[in-house]
């Protein structure tokens, strides 16, 4: 499993990106529908609209933080497949694991690429003005998906370098 994570501006772009339909490529008419199944909502509800306002009034609640959005990407292996109710674990997981498990959150799973995709998107800003850190994010995405790996028997994926022993540094990558 490969994680990334975004902090940023806009819930807008953030969510639209995620809930609508793509255009495969660019100055053609080739768009791919039903590329998106929400799989969780957590404390917010709703049509993208009444998502991105919901989300918004939050966020007002503490004005200082310039970027109230976490986005989280994802990605299994090509070839493997985990049915929605262990997707939805995986979502639940990564949110106790951020810290965010009482913020509003969506769970997105993306059927547009050849490999199965999750995008969960929170807000950082929680109903008691807490903000959820932000701090070591990559090394806490690299530790979750090797947790997952090893819960749910999928593809066991090197660590970025960085996070890894001297002995492992050394070893010759081969992912993606």
Sequence with gaps: MIGKITIGKSFRGCILYCLNDKIQRPNQEDIMKNRAEVLLFNKCYGNQKELIQQLNEVRQ??????????????????????????L?????SCAKDFG?????????????????????????????????SDSNNYKKIANFCRKMELQFGLKQVLSPKKFLSKEQQLLPRVDR
């Design 100 to 132: 965010f498990e009482n913020n509003q959150y969506i769970a997105i799973n993306h059927k547009d690429t050849d490999h199965q995709h999750l995008h969960i998107v929170a807000n950082r800003i929680g109903f008691d003005k807490k903000t959820v």
């Design 88 to 92: 939805m674990e995986v979502c639940e």
């Design 61 to 86: 609640l503490n004005t200082k933080l310039s970027k109230p959005v976490l986005h989280i990407t994802l990605s299994l292996a090509p070839g493997e497949k985990l049915a929605n109710n262990k």
